[in-house]
C-alpha cells in the first residue's frame, strides 16, 4: 500500500508503471491527518491523499521499495509505503 498526495499521484504511478508494476487498484481523494498535518479536502485543510494496492510476489518487494524510495528522493515528495502479507483465499 502506498499513501501519496493526490498533486503527486500520477507521477508516482508513471514512475511504478515503467519499473514494471502493471497491476494495482487505486482509491483516489482520501482524507486524513499525519505528520504533514490534516488533508481533508475543505478550505481549511486543503490537499488530499491517494491510496495504491498492488499485490507483490516476494522477490518483487525490495525493488518496489527502491522505486518508492528513488521517487521519494529525487522529487523531494513524502510517500508512504506500507507492507503485509496476504492470502488469496478465493
Do not use: N
Not at 508516482?12 to 508503471?17: G, I, K, R, S, T
Amino acid at each position: 500500500m502506498v499513501i501519496v498526495d493526490d498533486d503527486h499521484k500520477e507521477e508516482l504511478e508513471a514512475c511504478l508503471v515503467d519499473a514494471g508494476l502493471h497491476a494495482y487498484t487505486e482509491i483516489p481523494e482520501t482524507f486524513g491527518m499525519g505528520i504533514t498535518g490534516p488533508h481533508l479536502g475543505s478550505r481549511a485543510f486543503p490537499g488530499t491523499s491517494a491510496i495504491i494496492f498492488s499485490i507483490l510476489e516476494d522477490d518483487g518487494l525490495e525493488a518496489f521499495r527502491e522505486t518508492v524510495a528513488q521517487f521519494k528522493e529525487s522529487r523531494g515528495v513524502r510517500v508512504k509505503v506500507v507492507a503485509w502479507e496476504v492470502e488469496e483465499v478465493a
